[in-house]
């Protein structure tokens, strides 16, 4: 007993010396950087991708990237991805994201655009960048086929085992790629992995989602929604019933297998396929260490909401949304809902209470 305690005791002193050093190494790093005894390889990477200030979210995240323990630099297997991205209008920033996939992704990848009937401008501007690259193949329709019908249509073009769907307003970052394969390599069970998406104010959209079953409703919540992007707690990996579709690394071959549900076509075709994925036994996580800024609609510009009011106006087509809530219904027997009082059944159509919705479904079952 004696022995233990003088062990206990000497474990604890080692450990206290090694706190000591800890905090000196922090407390110093930035003067011994100055002084060149070290060298700041994050300072040496954004002067290389030409990222100037060091006060913009990009190179903050970057910086957060470098210093993060999780952080996974190479990758382990020698693999290929597909990259799949939809278009409709709002080049500008297809144009961006582009630009950072080709800056940041250092797997050998192809990347298949498909252009949801995009102006006579934004097509012919898709072409002009993919005769830059000789890895870009552009899908150009004559009709939007929404997001489930575009991505499900993408994928049938893609060559690589897998698949990664890149939403044209997503920023990707250093490492992206490299945490994803890294989330996905861990267990043959695991087939989808989701980035951790940060809103221009640097606050957290999601990392990842979940869901829970609860008196016949289907309850979908975010991880981490809100948080800041660099709070510790973030900083885990955590396996989810839900990934949200727009930064997400698939198996190609499960996703082929139980593919997306076109009868979904106003939203929540991502939450549907999930369901079906993880009922069947197979795993879905997140990749904390994997990040992506998200240029969303809501941070833009009044005349940027203006000129792209078309696009949105489409994406919150009431009666698509009806169509897809009704159908998810359907076929699982649950009503679709967010963990949250700001759920589509209460914000469209005023109805609180499960027989509300379940009368709702009932009365317009035929048009579905």
């Known amino acids: 007993m004696e ?38 390889k994050t ?47 709002r080049f500008e920033d297809t144009k961006k994201a582009i630009k950072n996939i080709y800056k940041y992704t250092s797997i050998p990848f192809e990347l298949i655009i498909l252009d949801n009937n995009s102006t006579d401008s934004v097509k012919l501007a898709l072409q002009k960048i993919a005769k830059k690259h000789n890895n870009i193949k552009i899908i150009l329709e004559t009709k939007n086929l929404g997001c489930a019908g575009g991505r499900s249509k993408a994928a049938r073009y893609a060559k690589n085992n897998y ?65 800041e992007f660099n709070n510790d707690s973030t900083n885990r990996e955590l396996e989810c019933e839900w990934i949200p579709g727009g930064a997400t690394l698939w198996e190609r071959e499960i996703f082929k297998k139980f593919g997306i549900d076109e009868n979904m076509k106003g939203s929540f075709e991502d939450n549907e396929i999930c369901l079906r994925i993880t009922n ?16 969303h609609y809501d941070f833009k510009s009044n005349i940027y909401k203006k000129n792209e009011s078309e696009y949105y106006s489409g994406r919150n087509n009431q009666s698509s949304i009806k169509q897809a809530l009704i159908h998810f219904y359907n076929k699982h027997h649950l009503i679709f809902s967010f963990a949250w009082k700001n759920n589509p059944w209460d914000i469209i159509w005023n109805l609180d209470t499960k027989e509300q919705i379940l009368n709702f479904i009932k009365e317009n079952n035929s048009q579905a």
Request: proline letters at 2%.
């Open 280 to 295: 069947s036994g197979y795993k879905l996580m997140n990749a904390p260490a994997s990040i992506v800024i998200h240029d």
């Open 43 to 89: 300072t040496n990477y954004l002067k290389k991708h030409n990222i100037h200030n060091n006060d913009t979210l990009e190179a903050k995240i970057i910086k957060y990237i470098f210093d993060n323990p999780l952080t996974v630099k190479k990758n382990e297997k020698t693999n290929s991805v597909s990259i799949i991205m939809l278009s409709y209008n």
């Open 163 to 227: 698949l990664l769907f890149i939403d044209n307003d997503l920023i990707v970052l250093p490492y992206y790629l490299e945490n994803l394969f890294s989330q996905i390599y861990k267990n043959e069970n695991i087939v989808g992995v989701c980035c951790k998406v940060v809103f221009p104010d640097g606050k957290i959209q999601f990392n990842g989602g979940k869901m829970v079953v609860d008196d016949q409703y289907a309850l979908y919540s975010l991880h981490d929604q809100g948080v």
């Open 3 to 40: 022995n233990q305690e003088q062990e206990i005791n000497r474990l604890r002193e080692e450990i206290s010396k090694l706190e000591k050093k800890t905090e000196w190494y922090k407390a110093t790093y930035e003067n011994r950087s100055l002084l060149g005894i070290i060298k700041d």
